[in-house]
């Protein structure tokens, strides 16, 4: 069974920064990609930002510049650098891990972190 913890959000003022991380249990061996997601009242849930195994990133428009997602495969870990925060930020922010297990393409998520960027 796998576990995705993560930690990091809170309250920052704009401007600020936050650094989140969600580790996985196990072994990463067979991670295909990780990504963060959000969520903002009233609004769909967005993709932030993408790592693929190769290392190849993908980002939301808005977030281009400032967000920076970044992996430690040896503590099976991802991170999400959040700089120059808005307030258009603020959501509730989802780690996500695709892996492949016996021979299929699983999805797994954190259970996610509330991010308010407010003064």
């Known amino acids: 069974q796998v576990q995705l913890v993560e930690s990091g959000g809170g309250l920052v003022q704009p401007g600020g920064s936050l650094r989140l991380s969600c580790a996985a249990s196990g072994s990463t061996n067979t991670m295909l990609a990780w990504g963060w997601y959000r969520q903002a009242p009233g609004k769909q849930r967005e993709l932030v930002a993408r790592i693929l195994n190769g290392g190849d990133t993908i980002y939301e428009d808005s977030v281009k510049g400032r967000f920076t997602i970044s992996r430690d495969n040896a503590k099976n870990t991802v991170f999400l650098q959040m700089n120059s925060l808005k307030p258009e930020d603020t959501a509730v922010y989802y780690c996500?891990?695709?892996?492949?297990?016996?021979?299929?393409?699983?999805?797994?998520w954190g259970k996610g972190m509330q991010v308010t960027v407010s003064s």
């Open positions: 996500n891990a695709l892996l492949l297990l016996n021979a299929r393409a699983m999805d797994y």
